[in-house]
């Protein structure tokens, strides 16, 4: 397996609290890595750092062996014009046209002529099947079409790698089946790197080539699908068949708790 | 057990912990609308053009009905209590030279920075506060664009521009509206409160107009993005941060005009 990404030793902090607790992995080149988790176990915020919008307290994240922690602005913004991101909320310009969305990292990197930039645009609607919203607004569209046309603007340079947070939130089944099924084709097509942030487990099973399970800040598991339905992990158990926690105090402190004292 | 010394001292260094906090981030982002409105244009790193022209119009071509309006009833106003005093000493031609001074060096740009203060600087901050919220800040980032660059230094361009140009014509309306009030209410002749308004100013009572304008543009802007891009929660927060936004930058333009009028005072 061939690293893209490397992740040693990372250590945050929100205030005093420690989110993410010395995290180590690697993220194989040219496949789907998927980081799993319950909610607020610390993936959104894995997922800032590794875009580089979040600084770590310690340790170092390397893509293509080049460290992006100890980075000068420009040289990041460097690495970042080979990354795309698809936000939660997708995050599109709401002042702009889905064209004008998708062609800003065009006009802002490259110095390609505007009616090339204009075939780009609509190459890459075409892609997410958009085609023929180019004037339409961000406001004028449906929750998965603004999550495609956000796809498409994170294309828009021809990405090395491509970052999801959480793609199937607040989607109907169908759609998030849709929008899984476009990420396996740009993997096949474009031999991209992904890294999917996600706590859907049918979009888990669809997509996965390699898992990163995160709990409460600590890489619980590395290793691929398989691996992970086959693991005996008492918390990756619990939450592959949807059980919940059980309270982890006593009946005694139960009743302290709610009187108070 | 701590002594009162040291609960005293440690409640100072408590409340300074998050105002230290607040300059550090206020330095920042002085820094970057500076380094990215006047130094990274010479660095191939070219303003928008475009939306600093879509900016000029929304903060200066839209503001100019309201900001006429007020103007005029100020200078009408301004002259109706200045013959109120004046008429005691048969003095009323000088409602001119008080109407005249009194707008262009104070009162139009104090008043159009208000204005501006009111549509512009809450709506600076009301929109990047949501675009903060809505993580469309982070997409920028993500891309390569810096959101300062992209988002902020359009519109203090366009202030920039667009601030004394209004104040022009807040001096040019206030001046107006007492030259009516006077020809009509206080029958002054047309022609002699003309003269004396032309003989009473001064082109520096102008010129520190416009500075002045050009000081309170960079300032509006400025308090406008600080507040937008202090926004960490959702829509309460962008209420209550566009509410400071224009509070503070109403604070701040009368400091500032404080500070340039006691400058003027003693160097023109």
């Not at chain 1, 065009?106 to 997410?128: A, D, G, P, Y």
């Not at chain 2, 982002?29 to 409105?37: H, Q």
């Amino acid at each position: 397996m061939e690293k893209a990404i490397e992740v040693e030793g990372l250590v945050t902090h929100y205030g005093n609290r420690e989110v993410l607790k010395n995290l180590s992995f690697a993220i194989p080149r040219g496949l789907i890595t998927v980081i799993l988790g319950g909610s607020g176990c610390g993936k959104s915020t894995l997922l800032k750092h590794l875009i580089g919008l979040l600084e770590p307290t310690r340790g170092s994240i390397r893509f293509n062996g080049q460290d992006i922690t100890v980075m000068k602005e420009e040289e990041l913004n460097g690495i970042r014009r080979k990354m795309g991101v698809l936000f939660q909320g997708a995050a599109l310009l709401n002042s702009m046209t889905l064209s004008d969305n998708v062609a800003l990292p065009m006009r802002e990197h490259t110095q390609l002529k505007e009616s090339t930039i204009q075939i780009m645009v609509r190459m890459k609607l075409e892609l997410v099947d958009l085609s023929g919203f180019e004037n339409l607004y961000p406001s004028q569209l449906s929750g998965g079409m603004k999550k495609r046309a956000g796809l498409a603007r994170a294309m828009a340079l021809d990405p090395e790698f491509l970052f999801f947070d959480e793609p199937s939130a607040g989607l109907d089944p169908v759609t998030a089946a849709g929008l899984d099924e476009l990420i396996l084709k740009l993997k096949d097509v474009f031999k991209m790197t992904i890294i999917v942030v996600t706590h859907e487990l049918p979009s888990v099973f669809m997509i996965a080539d390699y898992v990163i399970m995160l709990d409460a800040g600590n890489a619980i598991f590395k290793g691929t699908l398989d691996e992970l339905k086959a693991s005996d992990n008492t918390r990756i158990r619990m939450f592959l068949e949807r059980r919940p926690e059980r309270e982890a105090y006593s009946q005694e402190d139960h009743f302290r708790i709610i009187a108070g004292d | 057990m701590p002594s009162i010394a040291e609960n005293f001292l440690g409640h100072i260094g408590r409340r300074f912990i998050p105002i230290r906090k607040d300059i550090h981030d206020a330095s920042k982002i002085i820094n970057d609308i500076f380094y990215w409105t006047f130094l990274s244009p010479f660095k191939g790193k070219p303003i928008r053009f475009k939306a600093s022209i879509s900016e000029m119009v929304k903060t200066g071509y839209n503001a100019v009905p309201i900001v006429g309006i007020i103007s005029l009833f100020v200078g009408i106003i301004l002259a109706l209590q200045a013959a109120y005093q004046l008429k005691r000493f048969g003095a009323l031609i000088y409602v001119a030279n008080l109407v005249g001074v009194s707008i262009t060096r104070e009162l139009g740009p104090i008043i159009t920075a208000i204005i501006v203060s009111g549509r512009s600087g809450s709506a600076f901050a009301a929109e990047i506060g949501s675009m903060k919220a809505a993580e469309e800040l982070d997409a920028l980032t993500s891309m390569g664009i810096n959101p300062v660059r992209f988002i902020v230094t359009p519109k203090l361009i366009a202030l920039m521009v667009m601030l004394p140009v209004l104040t022009v014509f807040s001096d040019g309306i206030g001046i107006f509206g007492g030259f009516m009030l006077s020809i009509t209410v206080l029958e002054l002749h047309p022609y002699s409160y003309f003269q004396q308004t032309v003989n009473a100013l001064l082109v520096k009572d102008i010129i520190t107009g416009l500075i002045k304008a050009w000081a309170f543009a960079i300032v509006i802007t400025t308090v406008g993005a600080y507040q937008g891009f202090k926004v960490e929660g959702g829509a309460e927060e962008v209420g209550r941060r566009t509410t400071s936004a224009v509070v503070a930058s109403i604070f701040l333009v009368i400091v500032f005009d404080l500070f340039f009028t006691v400058l003027f005072y003693y160097f023109t």
